[in-house]
């Protein structure tokens, strides 16, 4: 069964850290990525790793995020530093067998993880 599960997220004041986790089980992706999407706007490519670890990083968080990938554990991570209350929303990890591309729809979605960041 192919599953992502995020953990991590949760309540933070403006200036602070969280790390993101995503464990995928029974799926191998070239491109491993995470989403946010806040209440009323559209969902926003946050950053993304391919299989080497090259990573892509949305304007809005360049600087203050780190996505990192551990292939051998098949997890993805995502270090939050920085934090502005701008940053709140849903997270969701994805995953997919085509290059990175923060435009495109990947194949495989977690269910997500609350990020609240207050002033």
């Known amino acids: 069964q192919v599953q992502l599960v995020e953990s991590g997220g949760g309540s933070v004041q403006s200036g602070g850290s969280l790390r993101l986790s995503c464990a995928a089980y029974?799926?191998?992706?070239?491109?491993m990525a995470w989403f946010r999407q806040a209440a009323g706007k559209e969902r926003e490519g946050v950053a993304s790793?391919?299989?080497?670890?090259?990573?892509t990083y949305g304007d809005s968080v360049k600087g203050r995020f780190t996505i990192s990938r551990d292939n051998a554990r098949n997890t993805l991570y995502l270090q939050m530093n920085s934090l502005k209350p701008d940053d709140t929303g849903m997270y969701y990890c994805?995953?997919?067998?085509?290059?990175?591309?923060?435009?495109?729809?990947?194949?495989?979605w977690g269910q997500g993880t609350q990020v609240t960041v207050s002033a």
């Open positions: 790793v391919d299989w080497s670890g090259g990573p």
């Open positions: 029974g799926y191998i992706a070239n491109c």
């Open positions: 994805a995953a997919d067998f085509r290059a990175c591309d923060l435009k495109a729809n990947f194949a495989v």
